[in-house]
């Protein structure tokens, strides 16, 4: 969700963004959105990692790896982004797609669908598959098809895993 200049209504700028989330998060104000839970689970990993700016575009893809690390049984280590596009964001749930380094296989696509309820956050999960087709792009190749499927404007060239879901409590 980001902050709008009223006047205007344009963006406001990432740090005037990141200046009145921590001004209005100062002054008691909770957000129950799943951008705010995400980036609020781990506040002094992300803080330590981003101290100028706790809310940001770079802060949050940080935040939602560690979400994503806390996630149970997931059987595989997520280990950063290579890239990650935001599909869709809205106050109760997000789509994002991205390429992620995952340990022991390498880079793979990965999409996130999160949603907010009451006291929790469901997850719904899909990893890309490591096989012939996905080995054979280049990694500017992979880059382009996982950026045009996140823009709907192309077709996966990968294979998806089946989906994984659950839900991670509030904490």
């Known amino acids: ?4 200049d009223r006047a205007r209504g344009r963006p406001l ?3 005037l963004q990141c200046l009145l989330f921590a ?3 100062q002054r008691g104000f909770t957000f129950d959105t799943v951008r705010s839970i995400v980036l609020t689970r781990f506040p002094g990993l992300v803080r330590r990692s981003f ?37 869709r964001e809205n106050v109760t749930s997000l789509q994002a797609v991205g390429i992620m380094h ?48 996140a823009s709907g404007e192309g077709d996966e060239e990968w294979t998806w895993s089946e989906p994984l879901s659950g839900y991670l409590a509030d904490p």
């Open 1 to 4: 969700m980001i902050a709008q």
């Open 13 to 15: 700028c990432p740090v």
């Open 23 to 25: 001004s209005l998060c």
């Open 51 to 87: 101290p100028t700016c706790p809310a940001g575009e770079e802060a949050f893809a940080y935040a939602l790896e560690l979400y994503l690390r806390a996630i149970p049984n997931l059987n595989i280590a997520v280990d950063g982004w290579r890239m990650l596009r935001l599909v």
């Open 102 to 149: 995952l340990l022991p296989t390498g880079e793979l696509p990965l999409e996130v669908e999160l949603f907010r309820e009451p006291a929790l956050t469901r997850y719904r999960l899909r990893i890309g598959i490591g096989d012939a087709r996905w080995d054979a792009l280049s990694h500017s190749k992979r880059w382009t098809a996982v950026y045009l499927y």
